[in-house]
């Protein structure tokens, strides 16, 4: 898609009624070999964890695979972006306290393809203490994910803005980290207790856990502060980060408010487009290596370190 006319884009109308019908892709997202597990943290709050979280998924699932959001955040504002009840429901909080089977809350998101959530509710806030005093609290969020996993292609996991016993349920059951980065200077500053939690939670808990994603977001090309944040990012991990800087934008921030993600609020936004290339960029980095070759078919793919153009 072309991100010419951004601007106007901006002030275009977005659709603000509920999203009917299902939205698709016209050229599908490419399968992973297996199950995807994300966990999306930073225990800075107001960084975009839960809005790089709802609209990855929502655009995988527009791309043809199947995928799921955990909420794990007391807040439910995933649940709310989704447009799926969380106040008073069953939820993960019931996942967590055993009284509940996974399998039993999930609930399918309006307007898409595969995508299914599992909300928060008002009971979340109080996991922090009821986990204390169970046998294996870490590894509650892990045991429960293993009966459903196989049935999607990607699970997210929407943290809380803490490093709390939720946080670490989720670095347990993840096999991968997504780190959303603010563009400024404080959220840098945040980033090396993050990493120091994923170093222990991976040596003690969870061997698998891969730091394998980062994303720049609220990010603002004309300020120098900002390109030097994604400098700095570039420079310490280069593998990790996905070069396609989320813009700060109206549209993705208005569109909660419209129980939508900007994929359905406003799909013609820079948010959105660029929303959309990170996903694509994550199935491409992720797909099922024996789908490369076909010799009637002319693919695209993604230069690696080191290649040639």
């Known amino acids: 898609m072309s991100q010419s006319g951004d601007d106007s884009r901006e002030t275009s109308a977005p659709s603000t009624t509920k999203v009917v019908g299902v939205r698709r892709l016209k050229e599908a997202m490419a399968k992973p070999a297996s199950t ?52 008073d429901n069953a939820g993960i909080y019931e996942v967590l306290m055993g009284s509940h089977e996974i399998s039993t809350v999930v609930q399918k998101v309006a307007g898409f393809p595969a995508l299914d959530c599992i909300s928060s509710n008002t009971s979340l806030a109080n996991a922090e203490i009821n986990l204390v005093s169970m046998v294996a609290r870490e590894l509650q969020l892990k045991e429960a994910l293993e ?30 980290l997504l780190i959303p980065i603010q563009a400024e200077y404080y959220a840098l500053e945040g980033l090396s207790q993050l990493l120091e939690t994923y170093a222990v939670v991976k040596k003690r808990l969870n061997p698998t856990l891969n730091l394998s994603t980062i994303v720049l977001t609220m990010f603002d090309g004309r300020t120098r502060l900002a390109n030097d944040v994604a400098a700095n990012v ?7 980060l996905i070069d396609i800087p989320i813009p700060r934008a109206v549209r993705v921030s208005e569109a909660p408010s419209y129980s939508q993600t900007v994929m359905t609020y406003d799909p013609l936004s820079p948010g959105a487009i660029a929303y959309m290339q990170v996903a694509r960029e994550i199935a491409e980095r992720g797909k099922a290596k024996e789908e490369n070759f076909d010799s009637n078919v002319v693919s695209i793919h993604y230069k690696k370190d080191g290649e040639s153009a």
Request: aromatic letters at 6%; glycine letters at 8%.
């Open 36 to 87: 995807r597990i994300f966990t999306v943290a930073n225990q800075k709050g107001g960084v975009g964890k839960t809005t790089t979280t709802v609209n990855i998924a929502a655009a995988l699932s527009m791309g043809g695979l199947r995928v799921l959001v955990i909420d794990l955040d007391p807040q439910g504002n995933a649940s709310t972006a989704l447009g799926v009840p969380h106040r």
């Open 234 to 240: 570039r420079s310490h991990f280069p593998n990790e």
């Open 147 to 176: 009966t459903i996993s196989v049935n999607y292609d990607y699970i997210f996991i929407d943290c809380p803005p803490s490093l709390g016993l939720l946080t670490v349920n989720a670095f347990a059951a993840a096999k991968e």
